[in-house]
């Protein structure tokens, strides 16, 4: 049988329904928080828990990237193989897709892609909601084969922020960023990295879905001028990969998320921490 291909790395609710069936695909429902849960979803998805089993247990920090024998075990139990074809979405639009995507990619899988405008998408299209998968699926073949650089940890942050060519993009809000409000995680410093850009995961959408290629480009390029790297960070990993999914529909290919994101470089620290607004770079 022969794989299935994506178009890209966003996928329209028309193109899901029309390969729902395939065998080879698996769609995986990767909602996070209290969007997670058992109301019908996408007709036999899989739950890629990014809170549970699919994040390191033995990190202190939230949404940390599990090691390549654990990713490996985890997607074989999701009944991913060599030869699959992976769509992720969830139950808010395009918020935590992004990261089962980004984390794919890392562990060498390309064949995977975020569905646009996620399960409010599908729903408003009129089609058809169901039931998570019944059981276990078949155990996949999956291999994770980690490909070093694509996420990275606070030491080459504070490189990148040194790099005339690189940019260090911040998806919090732009309160956040600013250190105008508390952290919705205890004990976390208000503020920004010294030298990071803000740019809020929503302003690459526009109602739940992600925004133009064309547009992609001109609001990354009017903020990084002309740096083609770019690391990208958030609170805790998650929406920072929509920066990185944006960017990648805008055409940048050397791209990283930073895991820890805000989650680490806000604890107390040596670490830098800036507040206000940042000045353009």
Same mark, same amino acid.
């Given at each position: 049988?022969?794989?299935? @291909?994506?178009p890209?790395?966003?996928?329209?609710?028309?193109?899901?329904?029309?390969?729902?069936?395939?065998?080879?695909?698996?769609?995986?429902d $990767? &909602?996070?928080? $209290?969007?997670?849960?058992? !109301?019908?979803?996408?007709?036999?998805?899989?739950?890629? #828990?990014?809170?549970?089993?699919?994040s !390191?247990?033995?990190?202190?920090?939230?949404?940390?990237?599990?090691?390549?024998?654990?990713?490996?075990?985890?997607?074989?139990a999701?009944?991913v193989?060599?030869?699959? /074809?992976?769509?992720?979405? #969830?139950?808010?639009?395009i918020?935590?897709?992004?990261?089962?995507?980004?984390?794919? %990619?890392?562990?060498?899988?390309?064949?995977?892609?975020?569905?646009? +405008?996620?399960?409010?998408a599908?729903?408003?299209?009129?089609l058809?909601? +169901?039931?998570?998968?019944?059981?276990p699926?078949?155990?996949?073949?999956?291999?994770?084969r980690? %490909?070093?650089?694509?996420?990275?940890? &606070?030491?080459?942050?504070?490189?990148?922020? $040194?790099?005339?060519?690189?940019?260090?993009?911040?998806? %919090?809000?732009?309160?956040?960023?600013? +250190?105008?409000?508390?952290?919705?995680?205890?004990?976390?410093?208000? +503020?920004?990295?010294?030298?990071?850009l803000?740019?809020?995961?929503?302003?690459?959408?526009?109602?739940?879905?992600?925004r133009?290629? *064309?547009?992609?480009?001109?609001?990354?390029a #009017?903020?990084?001028?002309?740096?083609?790297?770019?690391?990208?960070?958030?609170? @805790?990993?998650?929406?920072?990969?929509v920066? *990185?999914?944006?960017? #990648?529909?805008?055409?940048y290919?050397?791209?990283a998320?930073?895991?820890?994101?805000?989650?680490?470089?806000?604890?107390?620290? *040596?670490?830098?921490v800036q /507040?206000?607004?940042a000045?353009?770079?």
């Amino acid at each position: 049988m022969a794989a299935l @291909s994506v178009p890209g790395p966003l996928v329209t609710v028309g193109w899901l329904a029309e390969h729902l069936d395939h065998p080879g695909l698996v769609v995986l429902d $990767a &909602s996070v928080g $209290a969007a997670a849960g058992d !109301d019908p979803g996408i007709p036999g998805a899989r739950r890629f #828990d990014v809170d549970g089993p699919l994040s !390191d247990p033995s990190s202190p920090l939230p949404h940390t990237m599990p090691g390549a024998e654990r990713f490996t075990r985890e997607l074989r139990a999701l009944g991913v193989g060599g030869h699959s /074809t992976v769509v992720a979405y #969830d139950r808010l639009g395009i918020y935590s897709a992004a990261r089962a995507w980004w984390m794919l %990619r890392a562990m060498g899988f390309d064949r995977a892609a975020v569905l646009d +405008g996620g399960l409010p998408a599908w729903t408003a299209a009129g089609l058809p909601p +169901g039931r998570a998968a019944a059981g276990p699926p078949p155990a996949g073949d999956f291999t994770a084969r980690p %490909r070093p650089g694509l996420i990275v940890d &606070s030491a080459a942050v504070v490189r990148a922020l $040194a790099e005339d060519g690189t940019a260090v993009l911040d998806a %919090r809000t732009r309160e956040r960023f600013a +250190g105008e409000v508390e952290e919705p995680r205890p004990g976390l410093r208000r +503020g920004h990295m010294p030298g990071a850009l803000n740019l809020p995961f929503g302003d690459l959408q526009d109602a739940g879905r992600m925004r133009p290629a *064309a547009e992609l480009r001109a609001l990354f390029a #009017d903020l990084v001028g002309g740096r083609e790297r770019l690391v990208v960070s958030c609170g @805790s990993g998650v929406t920072a990969c929509v920066l *990185a999914l944006g960017a #990648d529909l805008a055409g940048y290919r050397d791209l990283a998320v930073y895991d820890g994101s805000w989650s680490e470089w806000g604890l107390p620290s *040596a670490l830098p921490v800036q /507040t206000g607004p940042a000045s353009r770079g």
